[in-house]
């Protein structure tokens, strides 16, 4: 499975963004899907995951109520939609499928998110 990520930028606190994944194969679905994050200077960190279906998704506790996981197997792809960015969101976000409790089978490139305060 290859993964391209997208979507990544530069964005006032307060502000969204939505970040794309794009994966190759034909066997999309039948992965777990999920978005993770590394700050500098920190441990990469689980941030959402949706199953196969798009039926369960799962957050960190610090993204809930303002990001949204999501996924069209239609076109290979996953969505992260991010609401009420935070300076503390800013790190690269790592598209990842295969997602099992903290770790994944396999990573995109990752995309830099900056929240300004």
């Known amino acids: 499975v290859q993964l391209q990520a997208s979507g990544g930028g530069l964005v006032p606190a307060g502000g969204s963004l939505r970040l794309s994944c794009a994966a190759s194969?034909?066997?999309?679905?039948?992965?777990?899907m999920g978005w993770f994050r590394q700050a500098p200077g920190k441990e990469r960190q689980f941030v959402a995951a949706?199953?196969?279906?798009?039926?369960?998704?799962y957050y960190t506790d610090s993204v809930k109520g303002r990001f949204t996981i999501s996924r069209d197997n239609a076109k290979n792809t996953v969505y992260l939609q991010m609401n009420s960015l935070k300076p503390e969101d800013t790190a690269v976000y790592y598209c990842?499928?295969?997602?099992?409790?903290?770790?994944?089978?396999?990573w995109g490139q990752g995309t830099q998110v900056t929240v300004s305060s």
């Open positions: 990842a499928a295969g997602v099992q409790l903290s770790t994944a089978a396999y």
């Open positions: 194969g034909r066997t999309f679905s039948s992965y777990n």
């Open positions: 949706v199953s196969g279906s798009g039926d369960d998704t």
